[in-house]
C-alpha cells in the first residue's frame, strides 16, 4: 500500500535551475523522510523531518511540512545532472515499517 | 548505520520456477522488511520478517507465494515462487536504523521472468 502522492510524476530541468517535489500522506505521522533512488538500485536517505518542525535544511535540500494539509515539500537548489534520480517521500507506519509515496522522476539535463 | 548484502543482484528465471534472494545485515536487527518495485512504480511493502515468528505479509500477499525465512538476527531470504511473467520486478530487502529515524536498503534483486 502507498501512503502518499507524489507530484509531479515526473520533471525535467536544466541544471543550474531548482527542483520542486511535494508529496502529501494521510495519516498522522511522528516523521516525514524522503528518499532517492538511482537506476532502480537501492534507495538512500536524504533527510527526515520531525512532525514538530515545518522547515529543515541540508546542504541543497530543503524540506517543508505542513501537517494540517498533510503535506511536505523537497527543494533541490542549483540542480546537477548527478541529482538525476527518483525522489520518494516515505511516512513510519505505526512505528515499524516504512510506507512510500509514488515518486518523482527527476531528469537534470546539461 | 547498517549495510546489507543483497543476492542475487539480477536473474533471469523461467516461468513456473522459484527463486530465492537472501539478504545479509552487518548487525543485530529485529525486523527485516522486503519490498517490490514493479517497473516504474514505487516500493510496495510484501512483508516484515522478524526473528522467531512467522513473517507478517501485507494485504495482497501471501506466504505461499513469498515464503520468508529469518533464522537468525542478521539474515533473510525471500522466495518468488511459481513465477509468471508479473513478477518481473526489482525486490529489495529493507532494515531501519536506531530510532527508527532512516531506513537501510541492499542494493536490489533485479528479477525477469520469462
Known amino acids: 500500500s502507498q501512503q502518499g502522492e507524489e507530484d509531479p510524476q515526473a520533471l525535467s530541468i536544466q541544471e543550474g535551475e531548482n527542483a520542486t517535489m511535494n508529496c502529501s500522506y ?56 548527478a541529482d538525476t534520480a527518483s525522489y520518494f517521500c516515505a511516512t513510519l507506519r505505526a512505528g515499524t515499517a516504512l510506507i512510500f509515496g509514488k515518486g518523482t522522476t527527476l531528469s537534470v539535463s546539461s | 548505520s547498517a549495510v546489507i548484502s543483497q543476492k542475487p543482484s539480477r536473474d533471469i528465471c523461467q516461468r513456473g520456477t522459484s527463486l530465492t534472494i537472501q539478504c545479509q545485515v552487518d548487525s543485530q536487527v529485529t525486523m527485516m522488511f522486503w519490498y517490490r518495485q514493479q517497473p516504474g512504480q514505487s516500493l510496495t511493502l510484501i512483508a516484515t520478517a522478524n526473528q522467531g515468528s512467522e513473517a507478517t505479509y ?21 522466495t518468488v515462487s511459481n513465477m509468471s511473467p508479473e513478477d518481473s520486478s526489482i525486490y529489495l530487502c529493507s532494515v531501519l536504523g536506531r530510532a527508527n529515524t532512516e531506513a537501510f536498503f541492499g542494493q536490489g534483486t533485479r528479477l525477469t521472468v520469462v
Do not use: C, M
Not at chain 1, 28 to 50: A, K, M, P, T
Open chain 1, 26 to 81: 494521510k495519516t498522522s505521522i511522528n516523521n516525514l523522510q524522503w528518499y532517492r533512488q538511482n537506476s532502480g538500485r537501492g534507495l538512500v536517505h536524504l533527510i527526515l523531518i520531525r512532525s514538530n518542525e515545518r522547515e529543515k535544511h541540508s546542504g541543497r535540500l530543503r524540506v517543508t511540512l505542513d501537517t494540517s494539509k498533510k503535506s511536505s515539500s523537497l527543494l533541490i537548489t542549483a540542480s546537477r545532472a
Open chain 2, 58 to 78: 501485507e494485504s495482497g500477499f501471501v506466504i505461499d507465494k513469498f515464503p520468508i525465512s529469518r533464522p537468525n538476527l542478521t539474515f533473510s531470504t525471500l
